[in-house]
C-alpha cells in the first residue's frame, strides 16, 4: 500500500493500555495512527491533518466524548467515528448516534470486534459520497448538539452483550418512522425503552400518549382510541376525542396490546391502514399521523395461531421487534441498576450509603423473577432499614440470601401440563404446520371438521377468560 493511499487514524482515549494495543493492531493492518489522551488535543490533531477513522472513549478527563465528536463534524466531516465506552446507556447511544457516530462499542472488547467494526465503516465511506454541507447524522456543520432525551425514572443501562446490543438497536429505530414491538418480561422497562425511542426522535417534540389496553373494559377503550362525536343513549358515552388525534405527529404507545379484543383490533387495523380515524357518530374521516409503539409480555404469533390476535394487526405493529432480556439474563447489569438505585433513594433519604462486596455479590446472583422493578423496590427497602453507612448482606431480604448461599437461581419449575393441556397444544400445532386449513387439519387429527371446530370454538373462550382474569396494570407498555 503507498504512503498516498494509506488510511488514517486517530485514537482519543485516556487508557494508556488500551489505546496502545489499537495503536498496534491498526500500524500493523497498514493505517497511519495518532493518539491522544485529551479531547481539546483531539480537536487540534483533526485540524492540523486528515483522519479517516476516529476511534474516541465516552468519558475523556477534560471533554465529554459526545462534545468531542460533535465538534469533530465539521472539522473532518467525512471522518467515520467509533465511540467506545465502558457501559452503555440508551440516552449516551442515541445522542452519539444521532451526531453521526458510525457505531458504539463496549468495554471490554476483542482486537477482532474492533477491527471488523473498523473494515464496516471503512467500506460505508468508500462508497458514501463526499460530505460538503451536511455531515453524517443530518445536522448542518457547526449547528449545536441535538437535545439530550429526557432521563427517565429508571435508567437503560447495560454492560452485558445483550442489553448493549438492545441499546444500540433502540438508539437507530428512534430515527425512523417504524412501528415498533417491545416484547419482555413484566419489570424489565418496556415503558421506559418505548419513551426513551420517542425521545430520541423527530417526533420528540410532539405528543406522547400512552394508553394500557389491560386496564380498560372494551367498550370504553373503543371510544378512547377512536373518539366519540355525540352521546348515544344505549352505550352511555360522552363525546372524547380520539387518542389517535390526540397524539397526531408524535406516538401513540399500546400497554399490554395482546390484551386488544378483535373488534378493536379490526379498528386499529383500518387506521393503520387508511392513516384515517373516523370517530363513532362522524361520518368523515380525521387523517393522523401517528407513530405506534406497543409493548406485551405475551408471544403474539402464538396468539395469531390460536385466531386470538389479527395476523395483518400483528405484522403492522412489529415492523421492528426489541426483546429486553429478563435480568437474570444480565447479571453484569445488577450492579450498575443497584448503585444507580441507592444513590437516588440515599439522596432522597438525605443520608449516604454505599454496598458491602458481599451485598452487591448476593445481589448479582439472584434470579430477579420481579426483575429491574423488583430490584428497585428492594433497593428502596435497604436504604429505610439499613442501620449504618453500608448496606451489608444482612440488610437484604432473605429470599435473595437463600438464593446467594445455595446457589440456586431461576425460577421454580413449571407445573406439569395436564392431558387437556396436552392435546389443546397438539391440536394447535397441528393447525399450524396445516397453514391454518382446518379441513387438512381435521384429516390429520382423525376427527371430523365440525368437531375441530368446536375445540377452537372453546380454546379461544378459554384464551379469552384467562386474558380477562389477569391483574391490570397501569403503564404503558407493559413493563
Known amino acids: ?34 493518539v491522544t489522551d485529551r479531547g481539546e488535543a483531539a480537536l487540534r490533531l483533526a485540524s492540523s491533518r486528515p483522519f479517516d ?11 465529554d466524548g459526545i462534545e468531542v465528536l460533535r465538534r469533530l463534524r465539521p472539522i473532518l466531516p467525512d471522518a467515520v467515528v467509533v465511540m467506545i465506552t465502558g457501559f452503555a446507556t440508551v440516552e449516551t447511544a442515541m445522542r452519539a448516534l444521532q451526531e453521526g457516530a458510525f457505531d458504539y462499542l463496549q468495554k471490554p472488547f476483542t482486537v477482532e470486534e474492533v477491527r471488523q467494526t473498523v473494515d464496516r465503516a471503512m467500506e460505508q465511506k468508500r462508497h458514501r459520497a463526499p460530505t460538503t454541507s451536511t455531515p453524517p447524522g443530518g445536522a448542518p456543520a457547526g449547528a449545536g ?42 419489570g424489565t422497562g418496556k415503558n421506559l425503552i418505548a419513551r426513551a425511542i420517542h425521545d430520541g426522535s423527530p417526533r420528540a417534540e410532539g405528543p406522547y400518549v400512552t394508553v ?65 380515524v373516523r370517530p363513532f357518530g362522524s361520518q368523515e374521516g380525521v387523517p393522523v399521523d401517528v407513530r405506534t409503539i406497543a409493548g406485551t409480555d405475551e408471544d403474539l404469533e402464538v396468539l395469531v395461531r390460536e385466531g386470538v390476535f389479527l395476523e395483518e394487526l400483528y405484522r403492522r405493529l412489529s415492523v421492528v421487534t426489541l426483546r429486553v432480556p429478563p435480568l437474570r439474563e444480565r447479571a453484569a447489569d445488577v450492579p450498575l441498576l443497584a448503585e444507580h438505585f441507592l444513590r437516588q433513594f440515599a439522596e432522597q433519604a438525605g443520608r449516604p ?26 433497593v428502596e427497602r435497604v436504604v429505610a432499614i439499613a442501620p449504618g453507612s453500608t448496606v451489608e448482606e444482612r440488610d437484604l431480604p432473605d429470599v435473595i440470601l437463600v438464593q446467594a448461599h445455595t446457589g440456586e437461581r431461576g425460577r421454580p419449575p413449571a407445573p406439569r401440563p395436564t392431558l387437556e393441556d396436552t392435546v389443546r397444544t397438539y391440536v394447535l400445532q397441528i393447525l399450524a404446520e ?33 386474558r380477562s382474569r ?10
Open 353 to 378: 450509603l454505599g454496598f458491602s462486596e458481599p451485598a452487591l455479590a448476593a445481589l448479582t446472583a439472584y434470579s430477579w423473577p420481579g426483575n429491574v422493578r423488583e430490584l428497585e423496590s428492594v
Open 53 to 63: 477513522v476516529v476511534l474516541s472513549d465516552v468519558r475523556l478527563p477534560d471533554l
Open 1 to 34: 500500500m503507498s504512503a498516498r493511499h494509506r488510511p488514517t487514524m486517530l485514537i482519543v482515549d485516556d487508557d494508556s493500555s488500551s489505546s496502545g494495543l489499537l495503536r498496534e493492531v491498526f500500524q500493523h493492518e497498514g493505517y497511519e495512527v495518532a
Open 212 to 276: 394500557d389496553v389491560g386496564s380498560l373494559s372494551e367498550e370504553v377503550l373503543e371510544a378512547e382510541l377512536f373518539g366519540h362525536e355525540k352521546v348515544t343513549y344505549a352505550r352511555k358515552l360522552t363525546p372524547r376525542a380520539s387518542l389517535f388525534i390526540m397524539a397526531d405527529r408524535g406516538t401513540l404507545c399500546f400497554g399490554h396490546v395482546d390484551r386488544l379484543p378483535a373488534s378493536a383490533q379490526a379498528g386499529l387495523l383500518r387506521v393503520l391502514e387508511e392513516r384515517l
Open 470 to 479: 389477569r391483574p391490570r396494570g397501569r403503564t404503558a407498555p407493559s413493563g
Open 434 to 466: 396445516s397453514g391454518g386449513n382446518k379441513t387438512a387439519a381435521a384429516r390429520v387429527l382423525g376427527v371430523p371438521r365440525r368437531t375441530l371446530y368446536r375445540m377452537l370454538e372453546r380454546y379461544a373462550a378459554d384464551r379469552q377468560r384467562g
Open 145 to 186: 448538539p441535538m437535545p439530550a432525551p429526557r432521563e427517565p425514572r429508571r435508567p437503560i443501562v447495560g454492560k452485558s452483550p445483550a442489553m448493549v446490543e438492545l441499546i444500540k438497536v433502540v438508539a437507530r429505530v428512534a430515527d425512523s418512522k417504524s412501528s415498533v414491538l417491545i416484547v419482555g418480561e413484566r
